[in-house]
């Protein structure tokens, strides 16, 4: 596993795929339902977020990760965690814990291996305005 890198990790940090239209789309919906900036964003594009791809072991086939007190959350349980993060109406959401695990996943993992030729692709992060572009936190310093 490499070495952590330097970021603002006092917030939790979901980390997108800033090609993909879905998860652009999903970051910029974040965004507006999360005014008060209780979730840090990164796109797994930027330095920050290859660097927590390769951390956490992971690939950009998962699509997103959600960085939280040291762990990291992809496919069913990453929206779950989320969904508790957001609190107050989002708690619905987490309803879906119910279905079992395995096919959450089986569900998410179809939509994120076929997101490109489903929704199709875009300049980098071309979904945000450049108020939430300037929201995406970055490393605090290189990684070595």
């Given amino acids: 596993m490499n070495r952590l890198p330097t970021y603002d990790d006092s917030k939790p940090l979901f980390v997108f795929d800033g090609v993909c239209v879905v998860c652009s789309g999903g970051a910029k919906w974040l ?11 990164a796109s797994a594009q930027s330095p920050l977020g290859q660097a927590l791809y ?23 349980s990453g929206y779950l965690h989320l969904a508790r993060i957001l609190g107050g109406p989002w708690h619905i959401f ?21 997101r490109y030729r489903w929704f199709g692709k875009t300049d980098y992060c071309a979904l945000l305005t450049s108020e939430q572009r300037n929201r995406l ?3 605090i310093e290189p990684q070595t």
């Fill in 31 to 41: 965004m507006r339902f999360d005014r008060t900036g209780r979730i840090n964003l």
């Fill in 54 to 76: 390769a951390h956490f072991g992971k690939k950009l086939d998962d699509s997103y990760l959600l960085v939280d007190l040291g762990c990291a959350y992809t496919a069913s």
């Fill in 94 to 114: 987490r309803i879906v814990a119910f279905i079992p695990e395995r096919w959450r996943d089986r569900m998410y993992n179809a939509v994120a291996r076929n």
């Fill in 137 to 139: 936190i970055q490393l």
